[in-house]
């Protein structure tokens, strides 16, 4: 497919990012795809993910080939004063300048919120921190640690077994997004008022916002949630369930799904019991009603029941590897991967019907762009 070569509706954004590893690379991607002009800033050694290996391609690490296309790359070792000139005349162009040292790092160097308010006030300067910049500043941001610190590894895993991180660093994503949404409220602020201002971001506030449901039923509701497996705290049937040869999905999110599962299934009379007629008694009555789902899931395979359920308009689906998600999204039209040069990347999420992401560049090599950015800058190499 020949890709769209539009500026983009962040056209004419320069961001100067000196994040590293993911939730900055990420969201700095993001706002990459949408037409910004992105300057990635990494250290002599390179971003740290450049080496985290396997698995590779061309001797890249896989993990910072999915969240850096877009960007130009220069190196520049902040404790050398000629690249920190040339820091410092990044940081008075840029429109956006974005960093995830621990906070106060930047400080030594000229580049803390203060000294780039100083260089233009109209910069939108958003710090990314594990812990904020108050009494968790000297917290290391691993999302690990958050993972297990805000509580969302007591939720995942067997009631009965230990508890599990989630397969990506989910709050790293989800930080990196939330970055953007700041950026971007802020750069509509600072057009409506000419002002930038300091954003921040952390991965602890992150992930209790993320988990919603679950620390809500805390805070609001004074129940602290436990594991619970692939069953949901508050909606059954909503889980994989065992049919005649393996898993299905299988969820009846309100009373007319559940009515419909019923019948397909063959039990129409289960919709009328009064033990399972509303959300809330199939809930507390859940050890008694799975029993009879899985009797009845147990007659066919999980490919037929697959078949069966979505022509009833009921949610389900199989357990896929990675592989086959991609593969999913491919015969459903959405064209997940796009090929920037030889490098295959996944595909930008967003849809826009005007100004649609765009994929100009592959990864930058380190310093691909060095030359040439301290050229524009008008400080070149000594």
């Not at 009494?135 to 640690?145: M, Q, T, V």
Request: with cysteine; hydrophobic share 40%.
């Amino acid at each position: 497919m020949t890709e769209d070569k539009s500026a983009g509706p962040l056209s004419g954004v320069l961001v100067a990012d000196f994040s590293r590893v993911l939730a900055g690379p990420y969201a700095t991607m993001l706002l990459a795809d949408l037409g910004a002009d992105v300057v990635k800033v990494e250290g002599p050694a390179g971003d740290d993910t450049r080496g985290w290996v396997p698995p590779t391609r061309d001797g890249v690490g896989t993990y910072y080939l999915s969240v850096n296309r877009n960007k130009r790359s220069i190196a520049l070792d902040l404790k050398d004063p000629a690249d920190l000139e040339v820091a410092h005349a990044l940081s008075g162009k840029a429109d956006v300048f974005i960093q995830n040292f621990k906070p106060g790092g930047l400080r030594r160097f000229g580049l803390d919120y203060d000294a780039v308010r100083a260089r233009n006030e109209r910069t939108i300067y958003c710090s990314i921190s594990g812990f904020g910049s108050a009494g968790g500043a000297k917290l290391p941001g691993y999302d690990l640690l958050v993972q297990g610190m805000s509580g969302l590894m007591s939720l995942t895993g067997d009631p009965d077994g230990t508890p599990f991180r989630a397969g990506i660093s989910v709050f790293d994503v989800m930080t990196g997004m939330h970055s953007v949404i700041g950026i971007l409220a802020a750069l509509h602020h600072r057009d409506e008022t000419g002002e930038g201002q300091h954003i921040e971001t952390n991965l602890l506030s992150t992930a209790l916002s993320s988990l919603v449901n679950q620390t809500s039923a805390y805070v609001a509701g004074g129940v602290v949630p436990t594991r619970m497996g692939n069953a949901h705290l508050s909606l059954f049937p909503y889980e994989p369930l065992r049919t005649g040869d393996g898993d299905l999905i299988v969820v009846a999110g309100n009373n007319g799904q559940f009515r419909r599962l019923a019948e397909v299934l063959g039990h129409p009379e289960w919709a009328d019991d009064p033990r399972f007629d509303t959300v809330g008694r199939r809930n507390d009555n859940r050890e008694l009603l799975r029993p009879l789902l899985l009797e009845a899931l147990s007659a066919r395979s999980a490919q037929d029941w697959f078949g069966v359920l979505t022509e009833a308009g009921l949610p389900c689906g199989p357990i896929n590897s990675v592989q086959g998600g991609v593969e999913l999204a491919e015969r459903l039209g959405l064209q997940p991967v796009v090929e920037i040069g030889d490098v295959p990347t996944v595909r930008n999420p967003i849809r826009f019907s005007a100004t649609p992401p765009t994929y100009r560049s592959a990864p930058p090599e380190l310093d691909e762009h060095g030359d040439e950015i301290r050229e524009w800058l008008g400080v070149p190499r000594a």
